[in-house]
């Protein structure tokens, strides 16, 4: 949890509708966080909210890829809690398509969604994290910026963007104990998964569950992983 704050620790949760994020939400509110939760569909909030037990949360549901919407989830967070400890960069968008098919308005959708949200929040937590000297941010992004399917010409380079925030955090919040981490998952399963690839290409005892990734970021953001600050942690699939 933060350094040197009193009272329960605050986490921003984004793509907390399911999968990854879903897990995230019910792991840190286990550890005594405060939440909000954000994705794009408000019933699927208030499921995560429910299983979590986080009755306390809030739910904000909006797309992070508008500049001022993803502001107004840190300004809405610091009028629910009055503080802000963790961000978990989680949402995003995988679609597979092949370099030759690939077209402005994909890049611009893939971009949006999986490098300019995080970094819309990322800019507006910022502040606070100064204001605090403490906040850690956690980006998922995936082995894939290593090892790249076919197809994901765009969406592993969004994913790469967020390593270099990782890095650029940590170098620049060193000093204000500011600390940033890349949690890089292969196959997970989740329902972003199946969209791309049916069992037949990809089985399930091939994938991650959802939990084992969760964990990790968990990890981080209460300050387990504190020596991998401005790294990127693998967790390969099986």
Not at 54 to 63: F, V, Y
Not at 71 to 92: H, I, K, P, Q, S
Request: contains cysteine; hydrophobic residues 45%.
């Amino acid at each position: 949890m933060s350094d040197g704050h009193q009272g329960h620790p605050v986490a921003i949760v984004t793509g907390a509708g399911s999968g990854i994020g879903r897990s995230v939400a019910t792991l840190l509110h286990a550890r005594g966080f405060e939440l909000t939760l954000i994705g794009r569909t408000r019933s699927k909030l208030e499921e995560t909210a429910a299983l979590a037990g986080a009755t306390n949360a809030l739910r904000i549901a909006c797309d992070i890829a508008d500049s001022e919407r993803a502001a107004a989830c840190v300004d809405r967070t610091l009028e629910r809690f009055g503080r802000l400890d963790v961000l978990v960069n989680n949402a995003g968008i995988a679609p597979v398509v092949p370099i030759g098919e690939t077209t402005e308005e994909l890049l611009e959708e893939v971009f949006y969604a999986n490098t300019f949200g995080p970094a819309f929040l990322i800019a507006r937590a910022w502040p606070v994290f100064l204001a605090q000297r403490g906040g850690r941010v956690i980006n998922v992004s995936t082995m894939g910026t290593v090892d790249p399917f076919a197809g994901f010409f765009a969406y592993a380079a969004s994913k790469s963007a967020l390593d270099s925030f990782t890095r650029s955090i940590a170098n620049e919040g060193a000093e204000q104990g500011i600390r940033a981490f890349s949690v890089n998952p292969g196959a997970v399963e989740t329902p972003l998964l199946r969209q791309n690839f049916g069992e037949s290409i990809l089985p399930r005892n091939r994938t991650l569950d959802a939990s084992a990734v969760a964990e990790v970021i968990v990890a981080c953001a209460c300050g387990e992983w504190d020596g991998e600050n401005g790294r990127c942690i693998l967790v390969p699939s099986p």
